[in-house]
């Protein structure tokens, strides 16, 4: 749990570290990958929240760059994690979660499909049209490109360090709109539930 309602906040996360991580081999996390929709109670330490938005679109090589590519690099898609205390935006730049509102939004992720709300923190993908340039059909097709690099990352992460999630378009995309106030140019567009294998 990274905090209570009571002191909600923005938070610093520490510096993604992958030093002592047991991680599979790339083709071993490939051939094992797949949806889990079952999680145990345990939730996510900052460090493994630290990691797993690094792993989802975190900075690269430089500051110009993110560990999921982008269509010409325009970085429109902006990582929400939703957990039981807050949601928070996932600011690359700064390793940061910026508090966008108190409380347990998880329902919203969820959609109707319960299971989710079990899941510790669930990533919400949200195309920005802004930040892309153009809101046309092509900006569209490229945004849920993007977004879904975004998501087999999470997907391939999680397998890989023991983590398990399941990439989903479910969602009440209109109740996550008006909880993060988002604009006409900013779409939830994906979503990854992640936490524990069940024991
Ligand atoms: C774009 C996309 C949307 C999906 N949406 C949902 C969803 O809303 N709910 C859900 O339970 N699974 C969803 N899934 C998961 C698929 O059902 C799952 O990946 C597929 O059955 C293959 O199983 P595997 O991931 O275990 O290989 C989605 C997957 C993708 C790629």
Not at 91 to 111: C, F, M, S, W
Request: hydrophobic share 40%.
């Amino acid at each position: 749990m990274l905090m209570n309602t009571a002191c909600a906040q923005d938070i610093t996360l520490p510096t993604p570290c992958m030093a002592g991580e047991k991680s599979l081999s790339m083709t071993e996390t490939l051939a094992k990958r797949h949806s889990v929709r079952d999680y145990s109670t345990r939730t996510l330490n900052s460090q493994e929240i630290s990691n797993l938005c690094w792993a989802a679109c975190g900075v690269s090589r430089d500051n110009e760059h993110r560990t999921a590519p982008t269509a010409m690099n325009r970085k429109e898609i902006r990582l929400f994690v939703f957990t039981a205390d807050g949601t928070y935006e996932y600011i690359a730049e700064k390793n940061l979660l910026q508090l966008k509102a108190t409380g347990d939004h998880r329902p919203l992720v969820a959609g109707g499909q319960n299971f989710v709300k079990s899941a510790p923190l669930s990533l919400v993908m949200v195309i920005d049209f802004e930040k892309f340039g153009a809101q046309d059909q092509r900006a569209m097709m490229m945004g849920c490109v993007d977004a879904g690099n975004v998501s087999e990352n999470v997907n391939l992460y999680c397998q890989s360090v023991g983590m398990v999630t399941v990439p989903r378009a479910t969602m009440d995309i209109n109740g996550i709109r008006q909880l993060l106030r988002l604009s006409d140019k900013q779409l939830p567009i994906m979503n990854n539930p992640v936490g524990f294998p069940k024991e």
